[in-house]
Structures are given as C-alpha cells and as structure tokens.
C-alpha cells in the first residue's frame, strides 16, 4: 500500500492596513495592564483605590514635621556646637543671627572697620528703615555740618549701588542711617559722643529717638487714619473697632509726659469737640475701661483739665450696665448709646482677666468724683473671686461664668492671655489704696507662689528661667510674650515690700524675656514661644509657624523699665535700646507709622500686616523714654501706680 500523500502548506495571516499587533512597545504594556485592571473584581478594585487615597493622605498630613525635623538635622551640628559653649552672659544662642553691631555697621557704613578686617554683612539683611530724625536743638551752624554729613554718606552709599528706597510688600522703606548702636555694642577706638559726655547724655540722646518715633508714628496717624481707631500705615487707610479713636485716647499722656505739647493740643481739642460715646456701638467692657477710661483719667491728673475727667465719667457711667448679671460678674460687651450690656454671641462666659482688670480705672473714677457707685461693683468682683473654688495654690482659671459666677474650663492655669492682668491687678489695687486691703496681697502672694511651685522651669541649655502653662497637670513649655509683664510686676512688689525673693525671680525672668528677643532673627519676639526642655538639642527658644507674628507689644519693655528704675543696672537699658533699633528696622514704615509683622523668623521678608495698634503709643514708645529716662521722678512709682494699659493713676494717700 501506499502511503498517504503528504500534504505541505503555508499558513498565512493576513492583516488589515493600520491594525496594530503585538510589538512589547510602552503603548502595548499600557493597554495590558488596563485588561488585568479591568479583570479585577469592583471589590479589588475599590480597596486599592482607598489604600492609595489613604497614603497620600498621610504623606500630606506629615509632610510639615518630616520637612521641620530635616531642617533642624541639618542645622544640630551648627547648634550643637554653638550650645556646647559657656554663655556666661545668656547672649543670642543662634548662630544664624548677625549681631545688632555688625548689621548696624553693614547698613551705616559702606566699608567695614579699619580695625577689624572681617567680611561686612550682607546689606540685604532685612528691610532697612528709614533713619531716626531726632529733635533739633543745635544752632543752625551744627544743623548744616550735619546735614552735609549725611549728604556725603549717602552719596558714598549710591557708589556701593545702594538704594535710597526699597519696596517692601508695597511699603517704601529707606535705608537705615541714623540710628547709631547702643555704647556697648560700638568698635573699639569709635567712641560714641554721647558716652563720652556722660550716660545722662546718652539716655538723653535715646529719648530723643523715642519722641521722634512718636512724632513719625504720629505723622502718618495724623494724615491716614485722625480720629480713628487704628493706623493702617501700608495701605494709608485706617481700621475701626470701637470708632473711638482709640489711638489718639491712648497717646494723650504719652505725648504729655515726653513734652509734645503741641501735638497734644491738638488731640485735646479732638476730644473736646468729636469724643462722643451716644453711637450705637457694642464696646469690649476690658478693653475700653483700660484704653478710654484709663487714658482719659490719667491725662486728667497729669494735665488738671476738667475736659478729660468730664469724658471718663461720661464713658465711665455708659459702661455701668456690664454689671447687671444675675451674678454682679460683668458682661464682656456693652452698647454704649443704648446702655444695654451681654455676653459673647457664642458663650455666657467672660475671661478672668477682663472682669479683674478693670478695677484700678473705676476705682480712680469714684475716687476723683466721689461718686462711690463705680468702686462698689469692681470690688464686689474682687471679693466674689476671693472666695471662689477652683483655685489651684492661688492660680486662677481662664474663664468665668456671668449666670452663676462659677470658674468654668477647670483645670487650665496660665499667666498667658486670659488670666495675665488678673495677677498684675491684685499687686496693683493693694498698691494704689494704700497697701490698707490685705485679701488682694493674701492672693497676690499666694498665686505667685503656686507659680513658683508649677509653672516654672529651666530651659536648656542656656538654663533659663521661664513660665509655662497646666492644663490638667500635664505641663506645656509654652509662653506667651503677655507673661513679660511678670518680671515687672514682681519688682514692683519688692519695691513695695513684698517679698526681696520677688526681686532676684524677676531678673531670671527678665534675662529670659529679653532672649526671646536676642534669640530670633529679627531680634524682635514671637507672639508666643515653646522652651527646649531636652539638653543639648538646638537652641532654648522654639516658634512654632503660627506663633511667629509680633504686634509691636510693650511687655517686655515695660518690665525693663521697672528692672531698671529698680536696680539702675544700665545693661536694662541696653537691652531696651537693641529692641527699639530692631523695631526700626523692620516695623518702621516710611510714610509714616509702624506696622505689625507676621514672621520675625524671616529678617529678609518679615511680611507686614499693615496694622499699628493703639498701644504701640499708648504703651510702647511711653515705656521706652521712661526706660531710657535718667529723672526717676518721671511718674513716681511711690505715687503713681500704672494700669495695664500704661496709664499712671495715682496711689491714694491717708488724707
């Protein structure tokens, strides 16, 4: 048989023009694993959608501290190395920052010191300022020297390509040139003038600073923001709180006490003709007894004008109805043409600090009157918290009820926002009435003690002394730049007699205040600022980014004025002066007027936020020139006693 016949073919696959095959390119890869997603099941599908969801999330929500913890390993060996040296004096422990003398040096003179051969700074530290105009007194023959003086230097400044302005998120600033370094911080073999006349002359030389800061501040007031609450001086408009013009109430005694008679005439006939307080507008009981009421009665004693004291009774009578609650403990808001009083839209509390702080003012009312009604219902608050339960070793709560007159918020105890004037109040209404009320001294010691026994600790590693904060025994070292007014406060009592262990308390206190200055890179502090408790690790102070903004505050320069009048330690002053330099360069706005800044973090853009608040005249600048005053009879503290908002009122005699 044969065998079967064999059969040979080719097959062949023909294909369309343009249809597309397997080729292992990207595109292909792409479409496969499309087909494997789409095989999987909705379950599958849905479940690996939400771990991904899930994982950004996370990276999203750690991003900041993983970024925060990078930079602080890159910066520990610099820190490390900084901290490992003996401070003996607590000067800046961050290396970043250029001393006050250098930056001074790099923005006054275009060529570094012939004696010191070192590297000029960076001129592009910062903002710079406009310079100080510090009141002429010389001859004209003196005026003209000076001013060719300054022409030469500024032409020696436009060879080294300087600017004569810098734009500043929309702010024109000049370049710095007039402030001169504090005696201290000044090159050996350029002696300051000043110095060598005396330090009379020097401090004289420094308040002359301070009133022409005044009258700069003033100026843009004046022509931006006249009989309104607050300068905006960037924008050249002004904001409105109370429309009460706060700015100019709060700057009367100011302008009394550091000789500006002529503005202050000016300002008096304001308040003659245009201080109304008949308008339909809700006013923070607090904050205008200290600034409105205060303001007024001081410049009443300090002048003898019966305008002012017509005024304080006229707002200090509007202002009663805060106390018609169920429990005499005042409301926060009252409407002062309606006379009709309530709480926060969102609670029925009211803060400790607003209901104890405003008895210096209606106490001084009623004793300048003799109408007894107003020191009968702050004192009736006064004695009502005496006798309170929640205290814990004489520290206070935050808040307090005006329907039963209870503490609520239990358990949280801080010398911060909320509670700070509670404790200056109690040293200062024992003070003004004559040292006569033992309860408020009972509680004033008392409290500065559990402060002593829980809120303070050392920071590292610098060791300094600080207050912090309890919140149901759990201790934060958290401190706001408000608790600079301790340091002041317990060298008031001392001086008063309290306690000479007050006094040492307060200096370890000052040298810390005035390092959440010294340790920033603005050299100007933060609103609130965290201690370093671990030793060796970075620096003592620590800001977190939203804490970072400061408001042209007075507290730690009103507690330099105490140390200082206390002790006549001239290193107070000192101090005083590099912060009112830094407030120069990177506040000041040429146009007139200061502003508040959101990041003293960031010398380069410290970010304005195009606000002068009221007592940045009524506090600030007064402290400066009292600080830097040689006349300790300037507002005697054995007569005057100041409320929390720098207004001297006057301590009752037995008479």
């Given at each position: 048989?044969?065998?079967?016949?064999?059969?040979?073919?080719?097959?062949?696959?023909?294909?369309?023009?343009?249809?597309?095959?397997?080729?292992?390119?990207?595109?292909?890869?792409?479409?496969?694993?499309?087909?494997?997603?789409?095989?999987?099941?909705?379950?599958?599908?849905?479940?690996?959608?939400?771990?991904?969801?899930?994982?950004?999330?996370?990276?999203?929500?750690?991003?900041?501290?993983?970024?925060?913890?990078?930079?602080?390993?890159?910066?520990?060996?610099?820190?490390?190395?900084?901290?490992?040296?003996?401070?003996?004096?607590?000067?800046?422990?961050?290396?970043?920052?250029?001393?006050?003398?250098?930056?001074?040096?790099?923005?006054?003179?275009?060529?570094?010191?012939?004696?010191?051969?070192?590297?000029?700074?960076?001129?592009?530290?910062?903002?710079?300022?406009?310079?100080?105009?510090?009141?002429?007194?010389?001859?004209?023959?003196?005026?003209?020297?000076?001013?060719?003086?300054?022409?030469?230097?500024?032409?020696?400044?436009?060879?080294?390509?300087?600017?004569?302005?810098?734009?500043?998120?929309?702010?024109?600033?000049?370049?710095?040139?007039?402030?001169?370094?504090?005696?201290?911080?000044?090159?050996?073999?350029?002696?300051?003038?000043?110095?060598?006349?005396?330090?009379?002359?020097?401090?004289?030389?420094?308040?002359?600073?301070?009133?022409?800061?005044?009258?700069?501040?003033?100026?843009?007031?004046?022509?931006?923001?006249?009989?309104?609450?607050?300068?905006?001086?960037?924008?050249?408009?002004?904001?409105?709180?109370?429309?009460?013009?706060?700015?100019?109430?709060?700057?009367?005694?100011?302008?009394?006490?550091?000789?500006?008679?002529?503005?202050?005439?000016?300002?008096?006939?304001?308040?003659?003709?245009?201080?109304?307080?008949?308008?339909?507008?809700?006013?923070?009981?607090?904050?205008?007894?200290?600034?409105?009421?205060?303001?007024?009665?001081?410049?009443?004693?300090?002048?003898?004008?019966?305008?002012?004291?017509?005024?304080?009774?006229?707002?200090?009578?509007?202002?009663?109805?805060?106390?018609?609650?169920?429990?005499?403990?005042?409301?926060?808001?009252?409407?002062?043409?309606?006379?009709?009083?309530?709480?926060?839209?969102?609670?029925?509390?009211?803060?400790?600090?607003?209901?104890?702080?405003?008895?210096?003012?209606?106490?001084?009312?009623?004793?300048?009157?003799?109408?007894?009604?107003?020191?009968?219902?702050?004192?009736?608050?006064?004695?009502?918290?005496?006798?309170?339960?929640?205290?814990?070793?004489?520290?206070?709560?935050?808040?307090?009820?005006?329907?039963?007159?209870?503490?609520?918020?239990?358990?949280?105890?801080?010398?911060?926002?909320?509670?700070?004037?509670?404790?200056?109040?109690?040293?200062?209404?024992?003070?003004q009435g004559g040292k006569k009320e033992t309860e408020l001294l009972e509680d004033y010691v008392q409290a500065i003690e559990g402060v002593k026994k829980h809120l303070l600790r050392k920071s590292q590693p610098s060791q300094l002394t600080f207050v912090g904060e309890l919140a149901h025994n759990n201790f934060s070292p958290k401190m706001d730049h408000l608790v600079c007014f301790l340091p002041g406060t317990l060298a008031l009592g001392a001086h008063h007699g309290v306690s000479s262990e007050h006094m040492e308390l307060a200096?370890?206190?000052?040298?810390?205040?005035?390092?959440?200055?010294?340790?920033?890179e603005t050299g100007l502090s933060p609103e609130i600022v965290h201690f370093n408790l671990i030793p060796r690790h970075g620096r003592d102070v620590e800001v977190k980014p939203a804490d970072r903004h400061n408001l042209l505050r007075p507290e730690t320069v009103e507690s330099l004025f105490y140390l200082y009048r206390f002790t006549r330690d001239k290193k107070y002053q000192d101090w005083g002066w590099e912060i009112f330099q830094n407030f120069n360069k990177y506040t000041r706005v040429s146009t007139g007027g200061y502003t508040?800044?959101?990041?003293?973090?960031?010398?380069?853009?410290?970010?304005?936020?195009?606000?002068?608040?009221?007592?940045?005249?009524?506090?600030?600048?007064?402290?400066?020139?009292?600080?830097?005053?040689?006349?300790?009879?300037?507002?005697?503290?054995?007569?005057?006693?100041?409320?929390?908002?720098?207004?001297?009122?006057?301590?009752?005699?037995?008479?």
């Amino acid at each position: 048989m044969y065998p079967p016949t064999r059969k040979d073919f080719i097959s062949l696959t023909l294909t369309e023009q343009g249809s597309r095959s397997y080729n292992n390119s990207k595109n292909w890869r792409r479409k496969s694993c499309w087909r494997k997603w789409k095989q999987l099941s909705r379950l599958q599908r849905s479940l690996i959608l939400f771990l991904l969801a899930f994982l950004l999330v996370c990276a999203l929500a750690t991003y900041p501290n993983l970024a925060e913890h990078w930079r602080a390993l890159t910066e520990r060996s610099v820190q490390e190395e900084w901290s490992a040296v003996d401070i003996p004096e607590l000067k800046p422990v961050n290396p970043a920052v250029i001393p006050e003398q250098e930056r001074k040096i790099g923005l006054v003179f275009p060529e570094p010191p012939p004696q010191k051969p070192k590297k000029a700074p960076s001129n592009k530290r910062g903002p710079p300022v406009l310079q100080h105009r510090l009141m002429k007194r010389e001859n004209a023959s003196e005026t003209q020297v000076k001013e060719r003086e300054r022409e030469g230097q500024a032409a020696n400044g436009e060879e080294e390509g300087e600017k004569s302005l810098v734009s500043w998120r929309g702010a024109m600033i000049e370049p710095e040139r007039g402030t001169e370094p504090q005696p201290s911080a000044k090159e050996e073999g350029a002696p300051d003038p000043a110095a060598q006349e005396g330090p009379a002359a020097a401090a004289h030389e420094r308040q002359k600073a301070v009133v022409e800061a005044f009258q700069h501040a003033w100026k843009g007031y004046k022509e931006f923001a006249w009989g309104q609450d607050e300068l905006k001086p960037i924008s050249k408009s002004y904001g409105t709180w109370f429309g009460l013009g706060l700015t100019l109430v709060d700057a009367l005694d100011t302008m009394w006490i550091i000789g500006l008679k002529e503005e202050f005439e000016e300002a008096k006939k304001w308040v003659a003709t245009d201080l109304q307080f008949t308008k339909n507008v809700d006013v923070n009981l607090f904050e205008s007894t200290i600034r409105i009421l205060g303001g007024l009665l001081s410049t009443y004693h300090l002048t003898g004008e019966d305008i002012f004291l017509e005024k304080a009774k006229d707002i200090g009578t509007r202002l009663m109805p805060a106390f018609n609650t169920p429990s005499k403990i005042p409301y926060s808001d009252v409407n002062l043409g309606r006379g009709t009083a309530h709480p926060p839209r969102w609670t029925s509390d009211s803060t400790v600090a607003e209901v104890t702080s405003i008895q210096l003012e209606f106490r001084d009312l009623s004793q300048t009157t003799g109408d007894s009604q107003y020191q009968k219902v702050v004192d009736g608050v006064m004695k009502h918290v005496h006798g309170l339960a929640g205290k814990h070793d004489g520290l206070v709560p935050m808040f307090i009820n005006t329907n039963n007159g209870q503490f609520s918020h239990l358990g949280v105890f801080t010398l911060g926002a909320r509670a700070d004037s509670y404790y200056e109040y109690l040293l200062k209404q024992w003070i003004q009435g004559g040292k006569k009320e033992t309860e408020l001294l009972e509680d004033y010691v008392q409290a500065i003690e559990g402060v002593k026994k829980h809120l303070l600790r050392k920071s590292q590693p610098s060791q300094l002394t600080f207050v912090g904060e309890l919140a149901h025994n759990n201790f934060s070292p958290k401190m706001d730049h408000l608790v600079c007014f301790l340091p002041g406060t317990l060298a008031l009592g001392a001086h008063h007699g309290v306690s000479s262990e007050h006094m040492e308390l307060a200096k370890e206190l000052m040298e810390t205040c005035y390092q959440m200055y010294a340790q920033i890179e603005t050299g100007l502090s933060p609103e609130i600022v965290h201690f370093n408790l671990i030793p060796r690790h970075g620096r003592d102070v620590e800001v977190k980014p939203a804490d970072r903004h400061n408001l042209l505050r007075p507290e730690t320069v009103e507690s330099l004025f105490y140390l200082y009048r206390f002790t006549r330690d001239k290193k107070y002053q000192d101090w005083g002066w590099e912060i009112f330099q830094n407030f120069n360069k990177y506040t000041r706005v040429s146009t007139g007027g200061y502003t508040s800044i959101s990041n003293v973090r960031n010398p380069d853009n410290p970010d304005p936020r195009d606000k002068m608040e009221s007592f940045f005249l009524g506090e600030t600048l007064k402290y400066f020139y009292l600080l830097f005053s040689e006349d300790f009879d300037l507002i005697n503290l054995d007569k005057f006693v100041f409320n929390t908002e720098a207004h001297p009122l006057p301590i009752w005699t037995s008479s």
